[in-house]
């Protein structure tokens, strides 16, 4: 462990009121040594850093200026929160941060009366903050709604939402644009742009001050001219406008790692009659340490490193990881198809696109951490004869729910899903657990859901997903790497709605949907070791179901297990349903299914989490023992 500078001034801030006793001229080193923590801290966890270390200064002033946590401070995406946690009380445990049983990565309600909101997906503050605003509003009780939000996050139409919405607000609302023209990637679209032309006018903006400087000194006649000159300026440096048109006080560019600039700045935001003001300030993503600085994505999300070089533990080398896997065989699928494009919501290398994005650079697009808008660009483009593959995070497909029902699934549209993450991620927790996909897609007409059991099989439901054009398609699998086998040099179009048997038995039947496999088939030994011959089933498809063999195997074993990587409503309820209108329970069989239990579970290692959930191969040898002693009465028998 490498020592860092001693942070003598840090040592005495355990929360913000300790923070507000210093004098202003005092907050640089306690930023510099806010910074060094972040850095040492990250170092040893792994996690988020460079946007945090953007924010080092902003998250200072913003404690020192504000009357938190009676202001009520909203960070959007939340990643950013280290220096936050760091400053509100939670120094002694941020080296726990994203394990088990330690910090969350993110905001969290539970964790601290300075966490007034929870985040993790993007774009939330604004509205958040405006319901905080609001309610003291009407309460008649002080207190304001703080949003900090990057421009990446500001590419989401939620953010315009509340923003139209804020008026009300009046001087409650404070919006922070933390502007560091990043997003996990560079931004894209107008919006980025615009920032940029606000950001680079500050010359023109310094003009436009001398302009109006000069114009106070005309006699009164001369007022209106120069008023209408400041305006044709203003239009020109576009210092704000769009924020103003929406009813904002624009207060910006600022240089956000100035302390000397940004309180005063933040002291007049929070004294100002008028509201909602928006604050836009400018930042370094990755500021203040140099690997960093200079890395192309500034560390945004980080291994452990060495705090000295920079340098981040290497994972051994192991099988691909699947957003490599899928991004290598849809770059095949689009050599093979002119047609065959992508859509990433603003995260190309975590979906593997990024080796799309380089291949085929016309017929990829990010749009922006905007996955409403990626699912119906899709429809409009399969409704024109494309076939786009919308590759969207299980969790933050959840975003796009009414686009995939309204505007792809009722019009029966090709659209293709490819939706990573799917199951527990581990150290993203809760936020970004990939639990609901097969519920909310399996239920709806027209689509196939297909889940990849290993790397070979996300390779052939690529394909398969690339060939299929009677509607929309999609396919889950994990965060992280694969299992270890072979990738087929020859992809298999798969027959839509047929799984396939992985190991034939008797007794018992294990019918698997999606990388639980690996367990079934562990748990398989274990019970053929205890004299119950076992099939293993890998179902391939949660929807349509391969109910001929479901009927086989439900009709010829004592014993039927699901499991799958899902809450419950998905592939076990499918099957449920199956077995009970083909009255395949009425004899006697003990069918159980096994899925993500009913909750929402914090960060851990995926391992530990899927154990906790009951989904590993002692918990089904557990479960199939237990069903066997199950006699008719309900009463638990003899039977070992
Ligand atoms: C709805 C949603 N989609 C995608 C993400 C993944 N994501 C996390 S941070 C991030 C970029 C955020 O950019 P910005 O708001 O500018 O913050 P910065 O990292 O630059 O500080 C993205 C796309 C998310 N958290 N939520
Ligand atoms: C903050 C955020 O939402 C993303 O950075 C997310 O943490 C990425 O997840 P992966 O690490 O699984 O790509
Ligand atoms: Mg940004």
Redesign the pocket.
């Known amino acids: 462990m490498v020592d860092l500078p001693l942070t003598p001034l840090l040592d005495t801030v355990n929360t913000p009121a300790d923070l507000r006793a210093l004098a202003p001229e005092q907050l640089r080193q306690l930023a510099d040594e806010l910074r060094l923590e972040t850095i040492s801290a990250v170092g040893s966890t792994g996690g988020?850093l460079g946007s945090g270390l953007g924010v080092v200064e902003l998250t200072t002033a913003i404690h020192y200026v504000f009357d938190t946590p009676r202001d009520r401070l909203v960070w959007d995406?939340g990643?950013q929160c280290y220096p936050h946690k760091i400053l509100t009380g939670r120094r002694d445990r941020i080296r726990t941060l994203r394990q088990g049983g330690g910090l969350s990565g993110f905001t969290k309600r539970s964790e601290s009366e300075y966490d007034p909101f929870g985040a993790?997906h993007s774009s939330t503050s604004i509205s958040a903050a405006l319901g905080f605003a609001v309610a003291n509003r009407l309460a008649g009780t002080p207190g304001k709604g703080i949003a900090v939000i990057g421009d990446g996050a500001m590419s989401a139409g939620m953010a315009y939402e509340a923003m139209n919405n804020a008026e009300q607000a009046g001087n409650r609302l404070v919006v922070i644009l933390n502007d560091n023209d990043m997003s996990?990637a560079p931004p894209v679209g107008g919006l980025s742009a615009y920032l940029s032309r606000i950001v680079t006018s500050r010359e023109f903006l310094g003009l436009r001050e001398l302009m109006k400087k000069f114009a106070r000194k005309l006699p009164r006649p001369f007022h209106t001219a120069a008023r209408k000159t400041d305006e044709f300026a203003r239009g020109m440096t576009m210092g704000g406008t769009l924020f103003e048109e929406l009813g904002f006080y624009y207060v910006g560019p600022i240089d956000g790692h100035n302390l000397d600039h940004l309180i005063p700045v933040l002291e007049n935001v929070r004294d100002a009659e008028e509201g909602p003001i928006l604050v836009h300030v400018v930042t370094k993503k990755g500021k203040g340490y140099a690997p960093a600085e200079a890395a192309a994505d500034k560390y945004?999300?980080v291994q452990k490193f060495d705090v000295i070089t920079g340098t981040q533990a290497k994972a051994p080398p192991g099988p691909p990881q699947y957003q490599n896997v899928f991004g290598q065989q849809l770059v095949k699928e689009a050599e093979r198809d002119p047609t065959v494009c992508a859509i990433t919501a603003a995260m190309p290398s975590?979906t593997g696109l990024d080796k799309f994005a380089t291949a085929f650079p016309e017929r990829f697009f990010d749009v922006g951490i905007a996955e409403q808008h990626a699912v119906t660009f899709a429809a409009g483009l399969a409704a024109q004869g494309m076939r786009p593959f919308c590759a969207i995070y299980s969790t933050f497909l959840q975003r796009a729910y009414d686009q995939v029902v309204h505007d792809v699934a009722i019009q029966n549209l090709p659209v293709r899903f490819a939706i990573d993450?799917a199951g527990l991620?581990g150290a993203?927790g809760a936020t970004?657990a990939g639990s609901f996909d097969v519920t909310y897609l399996a239920t709806l007409p027209n689509f196939v859901v297909m889940a990849a059991a290993d790397e070979a099989e996300l390779v052939h439901m690529t394909h398969t997903a690339a060939l299929h054009d009677s509607g929309p398609i999609a396919v889950r699998y994990p965060?992280g790497n694969g299992v270890g086998v072979e990738l087929p040099a020859t992809p298999e179009r798969l027959a839509i709605g047929k799984g396939r048997i992985v190991r034939e038995g008797k007794t018992v039947a294990i019918l698997s949907l999606g990388t639980r496999l690996a367990e079934a088939l562990k748990a398989a030994d274990q019970l053929e070791a205890k004299g119950l011959s076992t099939t293993v089933a890998d179902l391939r498809f949660a929807k349509p179901l391969d109910e001929a063999m479901i009927r086989r195997l439900l009709a010829t074993h004592e014993v039927a297990v699901t499991i799958e990587e899902g809450a419950v409503g998905g592939f076990g309820a499918h099957v449920l349903t199956l077995a009970s209108d083909a009255g395949l329970i009425d004899g006697g069989l003990k069918l159980r299914t096994m899925r993500l239990p009913d909750l929402f579970q914090d960060q851990d290692k995926p391992d530990v989490q899927y154990a906790e959930a009951g989904l590993d191969a002692e918990h089904i040898v557990e479960t199939v023992l237990t069903a066997l002693r199950h006699n008719s009465s309900g009463v638990a028998g003899a039977r070992a």
């Open positions: 988020h995406v990643h993790a996990i945004h999300g975590g993450r991620v993203d970004h965060r």
